[in-house]
């Protein structure tokens, strides 16, 4: 069973809280859900919505299929227009002309009784959410006035729902990894992850991302163990700090929230399209690693491990996300592994006389420009280097889905993950998903030599992980999936694409 839900009007009129009411109350009925959140770079006004879809089984995506339409405005029907069927059920604001600011609440009573919810439990949520009679008022009124038409019954089912986007889950890997103080300057779509430590750790925005670099590793040196955020262009600016980290050896995480590209871009949407400059940004030789989590879960154990590793090898740790993944809602009963605790074993000031510097230095920190020192200075970053790549395969570095012995393999890393799982049900496919970019697992290259057909699924233009595979193993992978408008696969939508392959 699977219900889709479009929620739209402006912003500003309470689409977000709808999806939260309804996703918060089906939830604790045991179904599983995902929100997928749509809105132009615009404070209030423009066209927003929310695709809200409700399964029995785990749901990672959406597809083009509606089921319900919430129109907060009469322009919701016309842009949407397209994806009304004939067995669309349309709840309209102009049915509940009066409630101001509360008509959002009074249409997700409505859909509550559509989807045959008990009152009580509507009741229940809004209390939790607002905790006013009027609020109440108009969830009833809503409920109400649907009389005694049910198009769904969804009844308790035994599972126990969390709901959860890949901001929070990077939020809490940094709390679990025990985060002294996280720097970053707001920008879409890294800012959520600012705002949820900003109530749980010590936050500072500073006064641009240069700043924030700089900031962080100075903290650092401290002995603080820090994360900066920020999307394509923050990071850009952050180029030289990455290159300073890389001589001064300062431990070091980066969150990288990706949006579409050049410049500003489209910059409330969602791309992949940065996978290169996390890779390849700074200036000189020096080890990094690169780790791009799929879903929440995986967004809370890979920020784990990325702290362990920039402490254990004083290195550049950098959590590769993007739009889709960071504001997407994901109701799943899946829990993190156990965290890894972490100790801070290096020299920090006030216990000792600490010296180091952005120019090549000697083992007391002083510049030097002696060939032989820079000689073995590089060896050293490069045998450190080695030393991660032998650490990491304690870690799930890929992962394999769908149909094991399947001769069919598709290849996908990030908030792709979700897509690639819902589409590939019931189809003679194997998905390997890869979690570790750099260092990259030696068992990719097995996995495509014994596959009769390979497809490799991006949301970029160029097919940024299918040259990197090629550069590491040698293959060149010609089946390309590839989305670049700004928006992420539907489920149907790729479907429909593997069934040609």
């Known amino acids: 069973m699977i219900i889709s839900i479009l929620i739209g009007g402006q912003a500003g009129q309470g689409i977000n809280k709808v999806s939260k009411i309804i996703s918060g109350i089906v939830a604790k009925r045991g179904y599983y859900t995902f929100n997928y959140r749509d809105y132009p770079s615009l404070i209030r006004g423009g066209h927003n919505f929310n695709i809200l879809t409700v399964s029995n089984e785990r749901i990672n995506s959406y597809s083009h299929k509606i089921d319900f339409i919430l129109a907060l405005d009469t322009e919701t029907l016309k842009i949407h227009k397209d994806k009304l069927t004939h067995n669309c059920e349309i709840l309209n604001f102009q049915s509940f002309v009066g409630l101001g600011r509360n008509t959002n609440i009074a249409l997700a009573g409505a859909l509550t009784k559509l989807l045959g919810i008990e009152k009580q439990d509507l009741l229940d949520e809004i209390k939790k959410e607002f905790g006013t009679k009027e609020a109440e008022h108009a969830a009833e009124k809503g409920y109400d006035g649907q009389g005694k038409l049910v198009k769904y019954h969804l009844k308790?089912?035994?599972?126990?729902?969390?709901?959860?986007?890949?901001?929070?889950?990077?939020?809490?890997?940094?709390?679990?990894?025990?985060?002294?103080?996280?720097?970053?300057?707001?920008?879409?779509?890294?800012?959520?992850?600012?705002?949820?430590?900003?109530?749980?750790?010590?936050?500072?925005?500073?006064?641009?991302?240069?700043?924030?670099?700089?900031?962080?590793?100075?903290?650092?040196?401290?002995?603080?163990?820090?994360?900066?955020?920020?999307?394509?262009?923050?990071?850009?600016?952050?180029?030289?700090?990455?290159?300073?980290?890389?001589?001064?050896?300062?431990?070091?995480?980066?969150?990288?929230?990706?949006?579409?590209?050049?410049?500003?871009?489209?910059?409330?949407?969602?791309?992949?399209?940065?996978?290169?400059?996390?890779?390849?940004?700074?200036?000189?030789?020096?080890?990094?690693?690169?780790?791009?989590?799929?879903?929440?879960?995986?967004?809370?154990?890979?920020?784990?491990?990325?702290?362990?590793?920039?402490?254990?090898?004083?290195?550049?740790?950098?959590?590769?996300?993007?739009?889709?993944?960071?504001?997407?809602?994901?109701?799943?009963?899946?829990?993190?592994?156990?965290?890894?605790?972490?100790?801070?074993?290096?020299?920090?000031?006030?216990?000792?006389?600490?010296?180091?510097?952005?120019?090549?230095?000697?083992?007391?920190?002083?510049?030097?420009?002696?060939?032989?020192?820079?000689?073995?200075?590089?060896?050293?970053?490069?045998?450190k280097y080695k030393k991660i790549k032998k650490e990491v395969k304690k870690f799930e570095m890929i992962k394999i889905h769908g149909k094991k012995n399947s001769k069919n393999l598709i290849i996908g890393f990030g908030s792709t993950k979700g897509v690639i799982l819902d589409a590939i049900k019931g189809l003679d496919y194997k998905f390997l998903q890869v979690l570790y970019l750099m260092p990259m697992s030696s068992k990719i290259k097995k996995e495509i030599e014994d596959a009769k057909t390979v497809v490799i699924v991006e949301n970029n233009l160029t097919g940024q992980l299918g040259r990197l595979i090629r550069e590491k193993t040698g293959i060149e992978i010609k089946n390309k999936i590839l989305k670049y408008d700004g928006r992420p696969f539907l489920a149907d939508e790729l479907r429909k694409e593997l069934l040609k392959w």
């Open 156 to 383: 308790k089912l035994n599972n126990k729902i969390n709901i959860l986007d890949g901001s929070e889950g990077v939020a809490i890997g940094a709390i679990n990894s025990g985060i002294n103080v996280y720097f970053a300057y707001p920008m879409t779509p890294a800012t959520a992850v600012m705002n949820y430590l900003a109530r749980k750790v010590l936050v500072i925005q500073p006064e641009s991302e240069i700043a924030v670099v700089n900031n962080a590793l100075g903290a650092s040196f401290a002995g603080a163990k820090v994360m900066i955020g920020t999307s394509g262009g923050g990071f850009d600016l952050m180029t030289e700090g990455l290159s300073l980290q890389g001589i001064t050896e300062l431990p070091l995480v980066v969150y990288l929230a990706s949006r579409p590209g050049p410049s500003t871009g489209v910059p409330t949407y969602s791309a992949q399209s940065d996978l290169n400059i996390a890779l390849r940004a700074g200036h000189g030789e020096f080890p990094r690693v690169v780790i791009a989590p799929g879903d929440p879960t995986e967004c809370i154990e890979k920020t784990n491990e990325a702290f362990y590793l920039a402490e254990k090898f004083k290195c550049l740790s950098i959590i590769l996300s993007d739009k889709h993944l960071a504001e997407g809602e994901y109701g799943n009963d899946s829990k993190a592994n156990k965290s890894i605790k972490l100790n801070v074993t290096r020299k920090v000031p006030g216990e000792e006389l600490v010296k180091t510097s952005s120019y090549e230095h000697d083992k007391f920190g002083n510049t030097t420009e002696d060939p032989a020192i820079v000689k073995k200075n590089n060896e050293a970053r490069l045998l």
